[in-house]
């Protein structure tokens, strides 16, 4: 691991516990069973018609919204749904629901899954996140359903209210939606759409923590109906937010990852009065929001090899299984994998990890389920995705790594947590490396000047939809 000088964390209460929490205990046998069940008479239970009227909005509304879109112009789509007076006469839909698909997600289902779902729901509903992203569906989409509704429209106020969004997608696509959505909070134009998920990446722990399954099921054409009945009908949870502020002396993060931005100056003072921490002006300040978990070190470092790898190569990652055999295959050629802790005394892990939800690694659970004696003594509590808390902790060397993966040993404990603050120097190092739900970069370090890494909790709940029927 690359070395983390200092490390402090303020432990809190987290506060308000969500209405119904979906079951986390059973989560890493959801894949499997989802997979399974898909295949038979499940995913056929759902009439197509029935699945129509529930989630299919009337011809004029879904033709606007994807007018606006497309036209990046809410007053095109307001044009298009005042040019089809002759086609209100459906009645508004139960829960209506847009599908946003990741083409390029993990073994490249999308296209079918986009050809299924223009059969189901019309293609109106369907976006590719390829040509058309989240922010562009929030801007002009929403907005132009909400022009309608202040034009006296009730089919398109009910449409807006009632609306919920599946992602097609891996934890980073989902994250990118879950990010979008929470702009609507900031300028106030709530009710924020619930997000249901269609796992198609490598390790979906958003979607096996919610219920959605770990993997593209087998049987998909007849599971895709279930996938949609259920993200009308299943209960919303609640989901933390974990903003990252990153401050470094000099310099600048090379191949920035899609999860951070550069702070600009005139944010900074935004982003200070936020964290109650004063940023320097001469500093080059980075944020970004994580769902799932952080990491500094080992695991960071083979994902930041497995990311290159794939790019470089991308005809081996064609699928989930192909993705972990690469990453297995990576991790085996670093050097901290038989190396102990013990050959470096100042280190104590070889990967920090902080922890939100949870699964982790493809349904590993490295928290483990913990005793109430054993809480009490460490002062824990019973970890939960809307807590208000972070779990801490660390990996040694690659076989504890390995071990905690199989979950035959659990992680080594550090902490509860409510803000967290790293320091990192470089000392013999120049870098670090981190990652953030999946996305690794390389941190540059300076020897003997701090790089501050802040967590703290977004103000406001990312909303889920249980999928756990």
């Known amino acids: 691991m690359e070395r983390a000088g200092e490390v402090s964390a303020a432990a809190g ?5 969500s209405a119904r929490r979906p079951s986390t205990a059973s989560s890493a046998r959801v894949s499997i069973w989802e997979s399974v069940r898909a295949c038979g008479v499940w995913g056929k239970e759902v009439d197509k018609s029935e699945l ?3 989630v299919v909005m009337p011809l004029y509304l879904r033709r606007a919204v994807a007018t606006a879109v497309t036209a990046k112009d809410e007053a095109a789509g307001v044009a298009a749904a005042s040019s089809a007076e002759g086609e209100k006469e ?4 139960v829960a209506p629901v847009v599908v946003f698909v990741n083409s390029r997600s993990g073994g490249r289902h999308g296209p079918e899954l986009k050809v299924r779902l223009h059969e189901l729901i019309t293609e109106d509903q369907v976006f590719d996140l390829y040509t058309v992203k989240p922010s562009d569906f929030i801007l002009y989409g929403l907005s132009c359903l909400e022009r309608l509704a202040d034009q006296g429209d009730n089919c398109a106020k009910a449409a807006r209210e009632k609306m919920r969004i599946v992602v097609a997608g ?5 994250g990118w939606m879950l990010g979008s959505l929470s702009d609507l909070y ?3 134009r709530e009710p924020v759409p619930p997000t249901g998920i269609i796992p198609l990446g490598t390790g979906n722990d958003l979607a096996r923590s919610f219920g959605w399954g770990g993997s593209f099921p087998f049987g998909w054409r007849s599971a895709v109906k279930r996938y949609l009945s259920k993200a009308a009908t299943g209960p919303i949870c609640r989901l933390d937010s974990w903003q990252t502020v990153i401050q470094m002396p000099e310099g600048e993060i090379k191949e920035l990852p899609y999860s951070l931005k550069k702070v600009e100056p005139a944010d900074r003072l935004e982003i200070s009065q936020e964290n109650g921490t004063e940023l320097s002006e001469k500093a080059s300040c980075y944020k970004g929001v994580f769902y799932n978990y952080l990491s500094i070190g080992m695991d960071a470092q083979v994902a930041y090899g497995f990311h290159h790898l794939r790019d470089e190569k991308p ?5 989930p299984i192909a993705n972990k055999l690469i990453y297995a295959g990576y991790s085996c050629t670093q050097g901290w994998f038989c190396t102990p802790c013990t050959a470096s005394p100042q280190l104590s892990v070889r990967s920090l990890v902080v922890l939100n939800l949870y699964n982790y690694g493809s349904g590993r659970h490295p928290w483990g389920d913990l005793k109430p004696e054993y809480l009490e003594k460490r002062g824990f509590v019973e970890a939960h995705s809307d807590d208000g808390l972070l779990e801490i902790f660390g990996l040694k060397e690659g076989w504890h790594a390995s071990f905690v993966m199989a979950e035959l040993i659990k992680a080594k404990h550090i902490a509860q947590a409510a803000a967290i603050k790293f320091e990192m120097r470089g000392g013999q190092w120049n870098r670090a490396y981190v990652q953030m739900d999946g996305e690794p970069w390389k941190q540059p370090l300076i020897q003997d000047q701090s790089t501050i890494l802040e967590i703290n909790k977004v103000p406001y709940h990312s909303l889920m939809i249980n999928g756990e029927q």
């Open 13 to 17: 209460n987290g506060n308000g516990n």
């Open 52 to 54: 129509r009227r529930q």
């Open 90 to 93: 459906e009645g508004p839909a």
């Open 315 to 319: 005809y081996l990652a064609q699928g």
């Open 170 to 174: 891996g934890d980073g696509t989902v």
């Open 186 to 188: 900031k300028v106030k």
